[in-house]
T-cell receptor, first 112, second 114 residues
Framework: GENVEQHPSTLSVQEGDSAVIKCTYS??????FPWYKQELGKRPQLIID?????GEKKDQRIAVTLNKTAKHFSLHITETQPEDSAVYFC???????????FGAGTTVTVRA | DVKVTQSSRYLVKRTGEKVFLECVQD?????MFWYRQDPGLGLRLIYF???????EKGDIPEGYSVSREKKERFSLILESASTNQTSMYLC?????????????FGQGTRLTVV
């Protein structure tokens, strides 16, 4: 099955700096890569996703890049704010296989 | 707004008890999932269902079973609870299709087995 590795496990950044989280996947047939954010005590929520026919996607301060050849994808958060503090999970899946394989998560702390 | 509701936020059960975790979604989603969340391990899939009365094992099904008698409800059953099943359990639902879509999560049930 799919194996998703996520790094780093914790990340502390100064407010206003950028944060980058990286994930690798093992199954070359995976073609859907979502990112979920889980604030303390709350449910995970989708913040951005990318499909394998696209190399990069942006939504305001967050962006995701995908390198299919190397089988890795990354989340970039620019101009970090205190409300960006949360656990972030990457995931991967194939078309018509609704199961998501998640990474272990990255705890991001934004220091004021 | 999609709503996925888990019946309990916190549960404390004794070793050997049969435990039922209930999940209901109100958006007519065909796909429903049960994940277990543990620190450092992320979210691991226990079981999922893509239709009423249909179920498939995920990555860690041992010690668990599921029931889906109605489209909106997906139950996770711990046949004989053990201390290593102490964890956060998350239910999710999604729409099926050629292209994968967003999974909507419930608020989670923190289960402690003593």
């Amino acid at each position: 099955g799919e194996n998703v590795e996520q790094h780093p496990s914790t990340l502390s950044v100064q407010e206003g700096d950028s944060a980058v989280i990286k994930c690798t996947y093992s199954d070359s047939a995976s073609n859907y890569f979502p990112w979920y954010k889980q604030e303390l005590g709350k449910r995970p929520q989708l913040i951005i996703d990318i499909r394998s026919n696209v190399g990069e996607k942006k939504d305001q301060r967050i962006a995701v890049t995908l390198n299919k050849t190397a089988k890795h994808f990354s989340l970039h958060i620019t101009e970090t704010q205190p409300e960006d503090s949360a656990v972030y999970f990457c995931a991967a899946s194939r078309s018509n296989d609704y199961k998501l394989s998640f990474g272990a998560g990255t705890t991001v702390t934004v220091r004021a | 707004d999609v709503k996925v509701t888990q019946s309990s936020r916190y549960l404390v059960k004794r070793t050997g008890e049969k435990v039922f975790l209930e999940c209901v979604q109100d958006m007519d989603h065909e796909n429903m999932f049960w994940y277990r969340q543990d620190p450092g391990l992320g979210l691991r899939l226990i079981y999922f269902s893509y239709d009423v009365k249909m179920k498939e094992k995920g990555d860690i099904p041992e010690g668990y079973s599921v029931s889906r008698e109605k489209k909106e409800r997906f139950s996770l059953i711990l046949e004989s609870a053990s201390t290593n099943q102490t964890s956060m359990y998350l239910c999710a639902s999604s729409i099926p299709g050629i292209m994968n879509t967003e999974a909507f999560f419930g608020q989670g049930t923190r289960l402690t087995v003593v």
